[in-house]
């Protein structure tokens, strides 16, 4: 059974850096097809992908964050860390991280969520 | 960047009827779109993926259809634990986006 969990501060201030840690367990960020991604939801909009890392450490960015974020992955831990920098108030929103399978071939890669983690609510105060 | 557009936005229900919610893609993105729900204060949910490939343990009654441009999933008889929102996502190209979701609710 796969499970993941988000954990970090529930409340950060303005331009401070934000630091997520995704812990997973029933599979391991080292076989291939695997990765963990990122996707975060403001309280009562839709949804918005931030990153994704792969077993082979290759990295996808949402190109209008890719200068605040950072992903990053400890297979011994089964962790997955998220940064993001320079946080703002719009930055407000439940995170979640989620176990990802991808097709690469034949490109480009097809890539599917399933399951996710529960989320955490991140609040960013003026 | 590819903007995904459902629609309806919302739609009521009754228990046992056929549902079907739409999503567009703003060019082509071949077979590239995934189907979520999401419950109130839950994480999202896979459906579908590849446009049309069930994900294990979702019940048949769910369906997705589509590809290209426009795509289609269908509830084929709704049940009470399917009143939710469902997103669709586009996994084409970067940034792999998601539509506004289309939330279905009881009549």
């Known amino acids: 059974q796969i499970t993941l969990k988000e954990s970090g501060p529930t409340l950060v201030k303005a331009t401070q850096t934000l630091t997520l840690t995704c812990t997973f367990s029933g599979f391991s960020l080292s076989t291939s097809g695997v990765g963990v991604g990122w996707i975060r939801q403001p309280p009562g909009k839709a949804l918005e992908w931030l990153a994704l890392?792969?077993?082979?450490?290759?990295?996808r960015y949402s190109p209008s964050l890719k200068t605040r974020l950072t992903i990053t992955k400890d297979t011994s831990k089964n962790q997955v860390v998220l940064t993001m920098t320079n946080m703002d108030p719009v930055d407000t929103a439940t995170y979640f991280c989620?176990?990802?399978?991808?097709?690469?071939?034949?490109?480009?890669?097809?890539?599917?969520?399933?399951?996710w983690g529960q989320g955490t609510l991140v609040t960013v105060s003026s | 960047d590819i903007q995904m557009t459902q629609s309806p936005s919302s739609l009521s229900a009754s228990i046992g009827d056929r549902v079907t919610v739409t999503c567009r893609a703003s060019?082509?993105?071949?077979?590239?779109l995934n189907w979520y729900q999401q419950k109130p204060g839950k994480a999202p949910k896979l459906l579908i993926y590849?446009?049309?490939s069930l994900q294990s343990g979702v019940p048949p009654r769910f369906s997705g259809s589509g590809s290209g441009t426009d795509f289609t999933l269908t509830i084929s008889t709704l049940q009470p634990e399917d009143f939710a929102t469902y997103y669709c996502?586009?996994?084409?190209?970067?940034?792999?986006?998601f539509g506004g979701g289309t939330k279905v609710e009881i009549k």
């Open positions: 890392i792969y077993w082979d450490d290759d990295k």
């Open positions: 989620a176990h990802s399978r991808v097709l690469r071939y034949p490109p480009p890669e097809m890539v599917w969520f399933d399951p």
């Open positions: 590849g446009a049309s």
């Open positions: 060019q082509s993105i071949g077979p590239y």
């Open positions: 996502q586009q996994t084409y190209s970067s940034p792999l986006g």
